[in-house]
């Protein structure tokens, strides 16, 4: 038995919903540890070790970036997915009107 590919648009939406969310508490966070290290390294005197350890999270920035976008990115591709999967069944119930001459017992 195969199985059919079932995509429901409000599941879609649902989970970009989600992902839409994950992705800005993410980026939230993400933004107050490089304040909180930014602000360690401006200050008058900050230890060698702090120091190197402070530039060693702040080279982190661009992956940390990276994956707020991943996220973001992938919400995005279901609230896609949602309404192009909406968009296919608008048109299968246009295509299929009770009146429309391709229907059986329709007008001809």
């Given amino acids: 038995m195969s199985k059919l590919f079932v995509a429901d648009p409000v599941t879609l ?6 992902l839409d969310n994950m992705a800005g508490r993410f980026n939230d966070d993400v933004e107050k540890v490089y304040s909180t290290v930014e602000e360690l390294l401006s200050s008058g005197y900050v230890s060698p070790a702090a120091r190197e350890m402070g530039e060693k999270i702040l080279s982190y ?12 990115g ?5 609230h896609n997915a949602s309404s192009k999967v909406r968009k296919n069944e608008a048109d299968i119930v246009d295509n299929f009107k009770v009146n429309a001459s391709n ?3 329709g007008d001809k």
């Fill in 13 to 18: 939406k649902q989970e970009g919903d989600k």
């Fill in 74 to 78: 992938y919400g995005n591709y279901c």
């Fill in 61 to 72: 920035k661009n992956d940390l970036d990276n994956m707020t976008r991943t996220i973001a």
């Fill in 103 to 105: 229907f059986v017992g």
